[in-house]
């Protein structure tokens, strides 16, 4: 069990962590105001029934007081997809039934109601605990929260070593289950994450597909445009790939786009966006850059190709660029252009960058 918690430490990266909670908040979300749901009605049966079985010294509009907090907390999950929020919804939810519990509990000779909830609660709310600080909070509040009871009421030591090895026993198997939840949920994150990528990712090379590199370019042109920044894009094309696969075979093409793919993510920044358009083209996204800096930054990419060997000769690539001119100029409008003048960089003898 203590292999699950150090696997999902461990195996992901800080972003990777942000997603997987955020992919918790969304799938787990719906389950947690389904629960907070049934234990506001679980709590207006006890107390329903408490008043039909014995006497209580409280009014019963007092020992209702809980639930109407709880019906508001409830609400408030329906649409909250937050991590953090949705964690401290649910730990309100159940201090707040800790404290319904302990109003309920005065005048019950047997003090049944302090062992009950003790096995019920941490056992029932081990599944919806995002993250492991929530887990460990709720345990607490599980096990401290018939405190009062303990300590005010006529308990003897014979019910607080019973409550003890109850609670114990409860959290024991919360955290069983908690864990087990947590490295299912977290095996199954991975894999979607990883189908995402390979139908989002180009097998041979590793990137972006063209539908996804125009989705994602669509983005960051709203965003660029909001921060009034320059945005250029590159559009690339292996020179004379033809040749290569009719007189080497697609081994050695495959071989070249491999290469060519290696060269342009070790030039590219941290927000830029690569993309494999079709065949041997491709295309770059360089936010922050005016014509004149991508047309430097396009001219060292070009120079860096010319160190990958091909079985003919060096790869050489014609390249175009293109500024971004106006706020409503579409990406693909913008990469049309960029297309234009890599072809005009084929029609002057190829292995040079054209700027449109």
Known sequence: ???????????DDPDQRREYSQYLALQMGPMIHALMLVAALAYLVAVAASTL????PLPLWLRLAPLVPLLLVAAATRHVRQPRL???????????????INLNS????HKQSVVLPGLLLPVASSLIWLARWDF??????????PLPMLLFGNIDNVQTFQYLVYMAIAIALSTVLRSFMAHTLFEQFRLERRLREQANTDDLTGLLLRNRFLELARLALGDIHRRQQPVCVLYLDADHFKPLNDNHGHAAGD???VA????????????DLIGRIGGEEFALLLPGLDLQQADARAERLRLAMRAVQRPDGPLTVSIGVAEHSHADEAIETLLARADQAMRQAKRAGRDRVVCA
Do not use: N
């Open 1 to 11: 069990m203590l292999a699950l918690f150090k696997k999902l430490r461990h195996t």
């Open 53 to 56: 079985v014995r006497h209580s």
């Open 86 to 100: 949705l964690s401290v919804l649910a730990l309100l939810c159940i201090l707040l039934l800790e404290i319904g």
């Open 106 to 109: 005065l005048g019950d000779v």
């Open 136 to 145: 460990i909070v709720a345990m607490l509040l599980c096990a401290l929260g």
């Open 255 to 257: 071989v070249a786009l």
């Open 260 to 271: 060519l793919a290696a060269v342009m993510r070790r030039q590219m920044r941290q927000d």
